[in-house]
């Protein structure tokens, strides 16, 4: 089993930028991929960015050309990197990890950070 470790959220005017990272422990050979997801109030959690242990990347539409999902293998973190925010980025922000089994897969997540971008 993974466990994720969430930091780097916080208060920011729009325009601005916050970086968010992940550390993993754990199983973290098993990983297949890891992802940010977010929730807003009243809205269902959405997938946000997601990169694979081959490095693939894919991005939500909302957030292509701004957010940047990269890893550090060293130090089995992963960061997301949000620039140019808007005040409808404001969420709370979780990672994820896909572990393959051998029955298929298993999901675990962070503990979600809060990110707020003011007008």
């Known amino acids: 089993q993974v466990q994720l470790v969430e930091s780097g959220g916080g208060l920011v005017q729009a325009g601005g930028s916050l970086r968010l990272s992940c550390a993993a422990s754990?199983?973290?050979?098993?990983?297949?991929?890891m992802g940010w997801y977010r929730q807003a109030p009243g809205k269902q959690r959405e997938l946000v960015a997601v990169?694979?242990?081959?490095?693939?990347?894919n991005y939500a539409d909302s957030v292509k050309g701004r957010f940047t999902i990269s890893r550090d293998n060293a130090k089995n973190t992963e960061y997301l990197q949000m620039n140019s925010l808007k005040p409808e980025d404001t969420a709370v922000y979780y990672c994820?990890?896909?572990?393959?089994?051998?029955?298929?897969?298993?999901?675990?997540w962070g503990q979600g950070t809060q990110v707020t971008v003011s007008s």
């Open positions: 754990g199983s973290i050979f098993s990983i297949y991929a």
């Open positions: 990169i694979t242990s081959g490095g693939s990347t």
């Open positions: 994820n990890a896909l572990e393959r089994t051998g029955t298929g897969f298993f999901a675990s």
